[in-house]
């Protein structure tokens, strides 16, 4: 049986990353992928920060919150994580502004020489690493 219509969730409102330097998280996510710092949550009494990043209106859509806590140690990386994934106009453009900037290039910018069964969809797209070596997948549509 499926949740019913009147109680399920209606809209994915943000993904969560904790990240180790929130100034170097928020210039990457700003500066590298023109997301816009859309408000911020300091919690004193816990000692954490969350500032939420994104390229809309957070009623609306999905956004990316990025939590520093202020005594972390560090953060492994699960082996569960895929990516957080970005729809670009021209993905080969994208990397090449970031490439003249340092940022990781995990996977260059290309055709998949794979596609669904479904659609036979063939998508053209990189995967780039933030600051924190999370995944970002940029997809050219």
């Known amino acids: ?13 943000f993904a969560m990353l904790r990240v180790s330097d929130i100034d170097a998280s928020i210039a990457f996510y700003r500066d590298m992928l023109g997301m816009t710092e859309l408000y ?3 919690f004193e009494d816990v000692k954490f920060t969350a500032v939420y990043m994104g390229y809309g209106d957070p009623k ?4 990316l919150e990025l939590t520093y806590n202020w005594e972390n140690d560090g953060y492994e990386h699960g082996t569960a994580f895929g990516n957080i ?3 670009v106009k021209d993905v080969y453009a994208v990397e090449a502004f970031l490439k003249e900037r340092d940022v990781t290039i995990l996977r260059p910018a ?4 794979i596609k669904p069964a479904e659609t036979g969809k ?5 995967h780039i690493a933030d600051p ?3 995944r ?3 997809i050219q549509v």
């Open 1 to 13: 049986m499926s949740i019913p219509n009147h109680i399920a969730p209606h809209r994915m409102m």
């Open 40 to 42: 911020r949550e300091t």
């Open 60 to 63: 609306n859509d999905t956004i």
């Open 85 to 87: 994934t970005l729809a």
């Open 110 to 113: 290309g055709e998949l020489s």
């Open 122 to 126: 063939i998508y053209t797209l990189a």
């Open 132 to 134: 924190d070596g999370y």
């Open 136 to 138: 970002i997948e940029l």
